[in-house]
């Protein structure tokens, strides 16, 4: 039997704050709400594009994300070009969002690929990358990936 070829279907968060979290990620990354449900403290929503699932938002945690305990590292999102990664930039800086670097980084010394690296509302470190065209962008971490350890 020959294992299937796997794909990352979509990506489920726990946030605290369901309405703070779904006003982030529409306004700062541009998802569309897909759907939602729920009831009280225990709330959720559908977050993508074009129809396509893409983020599910549950709110049902309370504190902030923590580095230190097993799970997930970061969600990073892919486009086409450095200028679309700057576009995002720039409305990211308009929201006064916290980052983890001063601009567009290469993954690693001489790598064609980079982005930028930030955090949600909760402390959840995002990425926004393009495989190409970050040549000349420093790499904060030397021969390190800069989605790497922190």
């Known amino acids: 039997m020959t294992t299937p070829v796997l794909a990352t279907g979509h990506i489920g968060l726990n946030v605290t704050d369901l309405d703070r979290s779904l006003d982030f990620y529409r306004r700062a990354l541009g998802f569309e709400q897909l759907g939602a449900g729920g009831e009280g403290a225990q709330r959720f929503a559908f977050l993508g594009r074009d129809g396509k699932l893409q983020v599910t938002l549950w709110q049902q945690s309370d504190g902030e994300f923590s580095p230190k305990t097993p799970g997930l ?6 486009v086409d070009s450095i200028d679309q990664v700057r576009a995002i930039e720039s409305a990211l800086k308009a929201l006064d969002v916290a980052f983890a670097h001063d601009g567009v980084v290469a ?22 990358y393009a495989p190409t065209g970050a040549d000349h962008a420093p790499a904060p ?6 989605c790497g350890f922190f």
């Open 73 to 78: 590292h970061h969600l990073s999102f892919q």
């Open 107 to 128: 993954h690693r010394e001489g790598a064609a690929s980079g982005g930028i690296f930030f955090i949600d509302p909760d402390g959840i470190r995002l990425e926004v």
């Open 141 to 146: 971490s030397g021969a390190a990936p800069t």
